[in-house]
């Protein structure tokens, strides 16, 4: 007990992360070695065989959830450090999710350039995420692409369509409206 009682205590502490009940699992490891002490070849060395008769009771102590894994018990502060862990690690797989994939300002600007250049593997990478995602973004793309495909058919009717002056009227509006913001 003495030359092996805190060894197993810590192997039992560690995978128990309960004190009382290392405690008693140390306990219940001596005594089972008490008991079976005839069945001790000595083929291995005292302290592994001890820490063979505790793995044994470690895992006959912790019941088994439905799919039949061993459930180890936790305490309050482990949890609250498992919980921590996993919220910052959660937060470290945003920040690189936010890097690779683009905003919608950025996603439309990359849809825009995809019709003039191919673009490098990673941006396209992270705007076919962004479209997966967001349907705005889709549907911006659609209304780019069939604008293009317009423009290409009927060139003509574009040049037609679009003044090469400003009216007017427009030309008023933004006399006002600059006349406004410098004052």
Same mark, same amino acid.
């Given at each position: 007990?003495?030359?092996?009682? =805190? &060894?197993l205590?810590?192997?039992?502490?560690?995978?128990? *992360?309960?004190p009382?009940?290392?405690?008693?699992?140390?306990?219940?490891? @001596? #005594?089972?070695?008490?008991?079976?002490?005839? %069945? @001790?070849?000595?083929?291995?060395?005292?302290?592994?065989w001890?820490?063979?008769?505790? %793995?044994?009771?470690?895992?006959?102590?912790?019941?088994?959830?439905?799919?039949?894994?061993?459930?180890?018990p936790?305490?309050?502060?482990?949890?609250k450090?498992?919980?921590?862990l996993?919220?910052?690690?959660?937060?470290?797989?945003?920040?690189? @999710?936010?890097?690779?994939?683009?905003?919608?300002?950025?996603?439309?600007?990359l849809?825009?350039?995809?019709?003039?250049?191919?673009?490098?593997?990673?941006?396209?990478?992270?705007?076919?995420?962004?479209?997966?995602?967001?349907?705005?973004? *889709?549907? &911006?793309?659609?209304q780019?692409? @069939? #604008?293009?495909?317009? !423009?290409?058919e009927?060139?003509? !009717?574009?040049?037609?369509a679009?003044?090469?002056?400003?009216?007017? =009227?427009a030309?008023?509006r933004?006399?006002?409206?600059?006349?406004?913001?410098?004052?």
């Amino acid at each position: 007990m003495e030359q092996h009682g =805190d &060894y197993l205590f810590k192997f039992a502490l560690t995978r128990l *992360r309960d004190p009382a009940k290392a405690e008693d699992l140390v306990q219940e490891t @001596f #005594l089972a070695a008490l008991k079976g002490g005839d %069945k @001790f070849a000595g083929r291995s060395a005292e302290k592994s065989w001890l820490a063979g008769i505790l %793995k044994h009771k470690i895992l006959g102590d912790v019941a088994p959830d439905a799919h039949g894994l061993a459930v180890l018990p936790r305490n309050e502060l482990v949890w609250k450090a498992d919980v921590k862990l996993i919220k910052s690690l959660a937060s470290a797989l945003k920040a690189g @999710f936010r890097a690779l994939v683009p905003t919608c300002r950025d996603a439309s600007r990359l849809q825009s350039d995809a019709l003039d250049q191919a673009l490098p593997l990673p941006k396209r990478f992270g705007l076919r995420v962004h479209l997966l995602v967001c349907k705005w973004c *889709r549907r &911006y793309g659609n209304q780019i692409r @069939f #604008l293009r495909q317009a !423009a290409h058919e009927h060139p003509d !009717a574009v040049n037609e369509a679009s003044p090469s002056t400003l009216s007017p =009227d427009a030309r008023e509006r933004l006399k006002r409206t600059l006349g406004k913001k410098s004052n």
